[in-house]
């Protein structure tokens, strides 16, 4: 019974920062990769950022430099840091685990002023 419960999205203002977490049960944590993905209005579910069970990362060439993805093994969880934040980035952001059609609920992100 696998299960990603996601929590920290939020109205924020373009420049600050927010940080996504993504609880995993019912999989071996360690060994597995999860990433992020979001979707806008009118758009594709998009690759954000994603983490491999050794801890190498990718992300999307629009979030080089300002998104930060990272897990805590201990507590199952993987994080998206998102700093210098863009109303671009506003959409509804998605934990997958990988290689899979497991995915979380979404939590909605919006940056405004």
């Known amino acids: 019974q696998v299960q990603l419960v996601e929590s920290g999205g939020g109205l924020v203002q373009p420049g600050k920062s927010l940080r996504l977490s993504c609880v995993a049960s019912g999989i071996n944590f360690q060994m597995r990769s999860l990433a992020w993905y979001r979707q806008a209005p009118g758009n594709q579910r998009e690759l954000v950022a994603g983490?491999?069970?050794?801890?190498?990362?990718n992300y999307a060439d629009s979030v080089k430099g300002r998104f930060t993805i990272s897990r805590d093994n201990a507590k199952r969880t993987v994080y998206l840091q998102m700093n210098s934040l863009k109303p671009e980035d506003t959409a509804v952001y998605y934990c997958?685990?990988?290689?899979?059609?497991?995915w979380g609920q979404g939590t909605q992100v919006t940056v405004s002023s």
């Open positions: 983490i491999s069970g050794g801890g190498s990362t």
């Open positions: 997958r685990l990988a290689n899979s059609e497991y």
